[in-house]
């Protein structure tokens, strides 16, 4: 079975078969292949990109840079997230990767965060849906078996600073106008108790306290003060160290590495997998309140407004 997923994983960039995405299961797999392109030569390294996502992945070093390349700002739309999650799914299925390291193909910025569109002016199966990709890419790569480290290239608040969190390690660029954080209350909403938990177990209890209440965006030297993010360097350096770093993490032995992972992770992907329903209901309930809509109407006039 594993080979016959390899197999697939070369031939067929995003794969048409749900077997191969077993836990990105949004349906969307097929509409997905049609953009996509792969290559591999001799020494099984391997390339792939599609419309948000290009994987670019050292089959020497076994490992895989992950670029996010969704114009103009990363944000994570539902096509971004379940590219994301087919991506790493089978990078996690290729025995040939140990890990991966993910960072952005655009300059100045790491992600938006989540795609506000997605979460405004549509109906409750749309919200319903899209807020089951957000907890599938959260899922995968909290519950990564490989290493996953995060090179944060530019700013990177709310989901952009989830999935950096949800990483093994985070390398920030150390360029003073990037922002990284939970800034959910900003726009008049919560993050939910899964992004409160990983921050939590990122930063500490009192700093995720202020942060979520004042939706707190840091500086990288703040970041890096608070323990949000574990280094910060000269931008043309964020890859090649997230290179040397992940190397150090590829001298342990895979399975002690991977199942201390697990140790720590595992209650909270748990506790989520248990209650994604009720979480999903949740964040309908709460985002198609008028109220609420309101709050994000007036977010996205002011960021248009910004750059008039
Ligand atoms: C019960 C639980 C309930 C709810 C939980 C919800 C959890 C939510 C998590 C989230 O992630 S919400 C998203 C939070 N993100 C932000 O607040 C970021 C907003 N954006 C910015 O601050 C800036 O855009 C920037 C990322 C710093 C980039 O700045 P820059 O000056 O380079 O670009 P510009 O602002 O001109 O933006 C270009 C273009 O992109 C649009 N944009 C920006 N961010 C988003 C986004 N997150 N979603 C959708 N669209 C976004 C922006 O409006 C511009 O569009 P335009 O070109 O059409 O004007």
Redesign the pocket.
């Known amino acids: 079975m594993a080979a016959v997923l390899r197999r697939g994983f070369r031939l067929v960039s995003f794969g048409s078969s749900q077997l191969l995405c077993g836990g990105c299961k949004h349906g969307r797999t097929s509409s997905l292949s049609i953009c996509s392109t792969s290559s591999r030569n001799s020494s099984s390294s391997s390339s792939s990109s599609s419309s948000h996502v290009k994987v670019d992945l050292d089959g020497s070093t076994g490992i895989a840079v992950v670029k996010f390349q969704s114009s ?2 990363n ?3 539902l096509d971004f997230l379940t590219e994301l999650c087919i991506s790493l799914e089978k990078l996690e299925l290729d025995r040939s990767c140990r890990g991966v390291i993910l960072t952005s193909a655009l300059p ?2 790491f ?9 405004y002016g549509k109906n409750p199966e749309h919200y319903a849906e899209f ?1 089951k990709s ?1 907890q599938e890419i959260w899922l995968k790569v909290y519950g990564y078996s490989k290493i996953a480290i995060a090179a944060i290239n530019g ?1 990177s ?4 600073c ?1 999935v950096s969190m949800a990483c093994d390690y985070r390398i920030m660029a150390d360029d003073p106008r990037y ?1 990284i954080g ?3 209350a ?2 008049g ?4 108790f899964w ?1 409160k938990d990983t921050m939590v177990n990122t930063v500490g209890f009192r700093t995720t306290e202020l942060s979520l209440q004042f939706g707190l965006m840091y500086s990288p030297s703040d970041a890096l003060k608070i323990g949000l993010v574990d280094q910060v360097v000269p931008e043309e350096n964020v890859l090649s160290t997230a290179t040397e770093t992940i190397t150090k993490w590829l001298a342990i032995p895979d399975h002690a590495r991977e199942i201390s992972k697990s140790m720590m992770r595992k209650p909270m992907v748990d506790r989520l997998l248990a209650s994604r329903e009720s ?1 999903i209901k ?2 309908v309930n ?2 198609t309140k008028d109220s ?1 809509q309101k709050s994000l109407g007036f ?2 006039n002011s ?2 407004q ?2 008039a």
Not at 157 to 160: N, Q, R, T
Request: proline fraction near 6%; avoid cysteine.
């Open positions: 103009p700002v944000s994570m739309s100045k910025i992600s938006a965060g989540l795609d506000i569109t997605e979460m807020w957000v700013s608040p709310a989901g952009g989830l922002r939970l800034n959910e900003q726009l909403i919560v993050a939910p992004f979480d949740n964040f709460f985002i609420i977010y996205m960021l248009k910004r750059k």
